[in-house]
């Protein structure tokens, strides 16, 4: 067996706003993008009483590092 070198992503929450903070720091940094953004569909958006097409992640590289931002509402339930 092989050893395999796991890659880790970092996530950064936000109550709102997650594509407008992404957009935000691909502006400043050179050599960044974003790789792709997932909404809520209708399934998701009526149980969690969200907008239909809101954006749930964005994921995005700054020169090779990759993140995540989180748009999860604006408190926290375990």
């Keep these: 067996m092989g050893n395999k070198i796991q890659k880790i992503t970092s996530n950064l929450w936000f109550g709102t706003q997650a594509e407008e903070a992404a957009q935000f720091y691909i ?11 997932i909404r809520y569909g209708n399934e998701r958006h009526k149980m969690e009483e969200i907008e239909e ?24 339930q375990i």
Excluded: P
């Design 27 to 37: 502006s400043i940094f050179k050599h960044s993008k974003i790789n792709r953004v």
């Design 53 to 76: 097409g809101v954006v749930m992640t964005v994921e995005f590289e700054i020169r090779g590092s990759n993140l995540c931002r989180l748009k999860w509402g604006t408190t926290f």
